[in-house]
């Protein structure tokens, strides 16, 4: 309905610009605002404090959290780029107070009531592509024109750059960087930095962890973990079997083992 007519939200009338085009069965929770030409479906729910720039697209079983900043030419929870895809409800999930950049693209999952799922306080840049049945967890950031494949994980606190391409079910991990232009196939484990194509590993993302307020102890036992599995001659099993024999149980340690064992596409050494 264009100029924000009724909807299910009781403050879904204040921000909406009469050339918006919102369906009266969307929820919209206060204080949201809906810039001119764009389309919000039936099936969406909008949080409180939510800003949807000028001509995007929000449709699907779409629900987005508190305090989001959408920016112009967005499209959220179109159908899936995947031919199993047969029509059944799938969702797009999204937490609060991300920021998502212009022409950025958010897609719904595929297989009957699974959900793509981006977390809270998120910087998606322009032209990234969230794709189905991915998952992008807390505080990360993807920058321009990263494109995801389905089944994607990124970790808490993890940073993509510009331009990087990351295959199906490939999971990158917690506080890692990945250098732009790089072409991701294998698993990036958590706290390291990786850039090219193929990815080449880069020492462990210290900055990174400094910056999240982790301690020079922790950061040192991690630089140890590094060490085992990236500069000396093990492979990855006696590599791990080390760090278990020889590095305190920190969390971040016993993070770092269950990535590693369960990785089904590998990580690169």
């Not at 992008?136 to 950031?141: I, W, Y």
């Not at 080390?242 to 990535?259: A, G, N, S, V």
Request: with cysteine.
């Amino acid at each position: 309905m264009a100029g924000g007519g009724s909807s299910r939200g009781s403050g879904a009338q204040s921000g909406v610009h009469p050339a918006a085009f919102v369906d009266p069965r969307a929820e919209l929770g206060t204080a949201v605002s809906i810039g001119p030409n764009t389309l919000v479906g039936p099936d969406v729910a909008i949080g409180d404090g939510t800003s949807v720039g000028a001509n995007c697209l929000i449709e699907g079983w779409t629900e987005i959290g508190r305090e989001n900043r959408i920016f112009h030419c967005v499209v959220i929870g179109a159908e899936p780029q995947d031919f199993k895809y047969g029509g059944e409800k799938t969702f797009v999930r999204i937490g609060h107070r991300n920021a998502i950049r212009e022409f950025a693209t958010i897609h719904r999952a595929t297989g009957e009531g699974n959900q793509t799922l981006v977390g809270d306080d998120n910087y998606i840049m322009a032209y990234a592509h969230v794709a189905h049945n991915c998952i992008v967890g807390n505080h990360t950031v993807l920058s321009n024109a990263v494109n995801m494949a389905g089944h994607v994980t990124i970790g808490d606190h993890a940073a993509v750059s510009g331009l990087s391409v990351i295959h199906q079910f490939v999971r990158i991990g917690a506080y890692s960087y990945t250098g732009g232009g790089s072409r991701v196939a294998m698993d990036v484990i958590p706290y390291i930095k990786v850039a090219g194509n193929p990815p080449v590993v880069n020492g462990l993302n210290t900055v990174g962890l400094q910056r999240n307020g982790f301690s020079s102890d922790s950061i040192a036992v991690l630089k140890k973990a590094y060490r085992l599995l990236f500069r000396s001659e093990l492979n990855v099993a006696q590599a791990v079997e080390r760090i278990r024999q020889e590095l305190p149980p920190t969390e971040e340690i016993k993070h770092l083992i269950d990535f590693i064992e369960s990785s089904q596409r590998g990580i690169r050494l």
